[in-house]
């Protein structure tokens, strides 16, 4: 597997910080003057891309109103909506694409699209985008996962509703198809999504699994699931975007709000860079903290051949001292001169005589300090 993919010129994988995706949906609330207002937003909130979704209502499902063709779900947003009036009314016209994309790239943000069937990935190539998405409803649609392939460019999945088997025949199409450089999102297929249905830890199994970049895309509310997937190795965040969600439209109840989305640039970047490597010894940027640790300090003036004890050694800041693991080896030793209160504690203070302690020596294998 490689370590790093690119979108655009872009580099996507773990050694960089994690690409966020601002996803338009239908929150342009068919309005192109909104639309681009979005792009703009999101290009200020710091979001690397900016994401359409290419389809018409016919592209999608047949212009029926009953049965299967209406959502009849109580608990869903969109319950009592006709499949093909709702598709019809979150479409993003497709005579808006070129401007949309073209003010995303002014900004220099990446814009690419979600195609829905054939006829869409045919024209997103006629305007000539650096990669596709397919969406978590379509990833069985293995026809359409081979002509994206085909195109050559990345690819990246949502794999919401997906068995493992079902992502592996994903996987399958599209490396068999030509598609060398993959991106599978870890998704929950609800709207919103709970945190508690999240299941982030399946990110580094999948990862492991299908051996390509793995992300999340995210429909819960807030920041703090994508920040965390970062700590499980997500390269790739995907969030619904829009202006305000009080302006309404059909994704708007689980879509970001720019200083939102301007939250999830900065801190999943912290998170990413927090990640840092397994790493225990002191660092250099912590050397000057080792003055405020605890050591061994004599807190009253003593004479020569003044017994050590509890009254007159203590462990206190600073820290230049012994260490206090060795306060009992010390009590009841002897100093060999006067010593004044506040000196901090070292081997040279003790008497030569035979009560006198040898400083102790590291352990041969120990090549760094404790």
């Known amino acids: 597997m490689s370590d790093t993919i690119k979108i655009a010129g872009r580099a996507i994988g773990q050694a960089h910080q994690p690409f966020i995706i601002a996803e338009m949906s239908g929150n342009h609330n068919q309005s192109l003057d909104r639309a681009l207002a979005i792009v703009d937003a999101a290009a200020k909130a710091g979001a690397h891309a900016l994401k359409l979704q290419t389809y018409t ?41 070129a401007p949309i994309f073209e003010r995303a790239r002014s900004h220099g943000m990446i814009a690419f699209s979600t195609p829905f069937d054939a006829t869409a990935v045919d024209f997103l190539e006629s305007l ?7 969406a978590s409803f379509e990833n069985t649609d293995l026809p359409l996962i081979r002509k994206v392939a085909a195109t050559g460019k990345p690819m ?39 945190p508690s249905d999240t299941n982030l830890l399946t990110i580094p199994h999948m990862r492991a699994l299908f051996g390509c970049q793995v992300g999340l895309s995210d429909h819960t509310f807030g920041i703090g699931a994508s920040v965390a997937s970062v700590a499980l190795g997500a390269s790739v965040i995907e969030k619904h975007f829009t202006l305000a969600r009080a302006d309404g439209g059909v994704d708007s109840t689980f879509s970001m709000e720019p200083d939102e989305m301007a939250a999830l640039v900065v801190e999943t970047e912290r998170a990413w860079q927090a990640l840092g490597r397994v790493q225990y010894e002191l660092t250099e940027k912590e ?10 300090y004599v807190t009253e003036d003593l004479a020569a051949g003044d017994v050590l004890s509890e009254k007159n050694l203590r462990i206190i800041r600073p820290g230049l001292g012994l260490p206090p693991k060795y306060f009992d080896t010390l009590i009841g030793k002897r100093v060999g001169r006067a010593v004044r ?3 901090p504690m070292s081997w040279d203070l003790l008497t030569q005589a035979s009560d006198a302690v040898a400083e102790p020596r590291p352990a041969a294998s120990r090549n760094a300090r404790a």
């Open 128 to 134: 000539n985008v650096p990669a596709y998405k397919v």
């Open 287 to 296: 050397r000057k903290s080792l003055t405020f640790r605890r050591s061994l």
């Open 156 to 194: 990246i999945i949502s794999t919401g509703m997906a068995s493992a088997a079902e992502i592996d025949e994903a996987v399958r199409a599209a490396r068999g198809g030509g598609c060398e450089q993959l991106v599978l999102l870890k998704c929950t297929s609800t709207y919103p999504s709970s």
């Open 57 to 97: 209502a016919d592209t999608m499902t047949l212009n029926l109103a009953s049965d299967e063709f209406v959502i009849d779900d109580p608990n869903s947003l969109w319950t009592g909506r006709a499949l093909h009036n709702l598709y019809q009314e979150a479409y993003t016209p497709w005579e808006w694409h």
């Open 341 to 343: 209160r506040g000196t």
